[in-house]
């Protein structure tokens, strides 16, 4: 199914066009969380799981992640998400951007190594002028 399909469905399922932004910043943790070695996956889909019915998509922030070493976390929630809640789409926050050869590597860890369904990226300055802003790549 196409990234568009898809959150079309879960529009229509959920009767939302709310997208949670996962941005789990570890100093804001509860006391039951601070110190464990799965911190940001356990926050991380434990809001997931309380809002999957009222959700049209998650958006997971890679930044938030890669600063800590926790991408392992990263691939494991988005794997989560699209075990027990099919059918919501993951957009992959990173604002990526970059010429040719990198941007397909850029795809390569977004949609191959995640899994995610879409992905934020910068467009080019350089190649594309005239944009402002961040986009949305969806699998081919």
């Not at 006391?31 to 926050?43: M, N, P, Q, S, T």
Request: aromatic share 8%; charged share 20%.
């Amino acid at each position: 199914m196409t990234f568009t399909r898809m959150l079309a469905a879960a529009w229509r399922q959920n009767d939302s066009l709310l997208c949670v932004g996962l941005d789990p910043d570890p100093a804001k943790f509860p006391a039951h969380l601070k110190g464990r070695d799965d911190a940001i996956l356990e926050f991380c889909s434990a809001i997931v799981d309380a809002t999957a019915d009222l959700v049209c998509s998650f958006k997971p922030q890679i930044a938030y992640f890669a600063a800590r070493r926790a991408e392992d976390q990263l691939e494991a929630l988005i794997a989560h998400i699209h075990a027990k809640h099919p059918g919501i789409p993951v957009i992959l926050d990173a604002k990526r951007g970059d010429i040719g050869s990198t941007a397909e590597q850029y795809a390569v860890e977004a949609f191959a190594r995640y899994g995610a369904d879409a992905v934020t990226v910068n467009p080019t300055w350089a190649a594309i002028p005239s944009t402002r802003g961040s986009r949305i790549l969806t699998r081919a």
